[in-house]
């Protein structure tokens, strides 16, 4: 389950003596280095920082510990990003929020993602690349 695996991942960074760790979806490769740094600012003033998607998921959860903010929330659905951010200010947790961005889960996904690709190809030069095979960019 995708809760358990994100608590795990966190619990094990926190382990290894990491201070603040980042998860990142794999369905989200137009993320910009300066929204990564942004993050990373972030988490310096709040305990957990979320990137949103617009469809109410997340593509990015940063925390400086391994709080316990994922417990009985459904993942993959549309509140996630709210129910997150609920358990995570009912334990006394300060939340940010960065910029929203799409993620890839469906056709209009891949092809909204095409488009910006189109704009922008060094955003996910990979991505661009095998879109273009699939000639859905050109």
């Not at 794999?26 to 003033?45: F, G, K, N, V, Y």
């Not at 979320?50 to 993959?76: A, C, E, Q």
Request: hydrophobic fraction near 40%; avoid cysteine.
């Amino acid at each position: 389950d995708l809760a358990e695996r994100l608590h795990y991942a966190f619990h094990w960074t926190h382990d290894q003596g990491y201070q603040h760790t980042f998860v990142i979806g794999s369905d989200s490769p137009q993320i910009r280095s300066e929204t990564i740094a942004h993050a990373r600012t972030a988490l310096d003033e709040a305990d957990v920082v979320l990137g949103p998607s617009d469809d109410g998921g997340y593509y990015l959860i940063g925390m400086k510990r391994p709080y316990d903010v994922f417990s009985n929330i459904p993942m993959s659905t549309s509140r996630v990003t709210a129910m997150t951010i609920e358990s995570a200010q009912r334990q006394g947790l300060r939340v940010q929020t960065i910029e929203t961005l799409f993620d890839v889960d469906e056709m209009p996904d891949l092809q909204r993602l095409a488009a910006l690709l189109r704009q922008d190809r060094t955003l996910a030069p990979t991505t661009a690349a095998y879109l273009e095979q699939l000639r859905m960019i050109s």
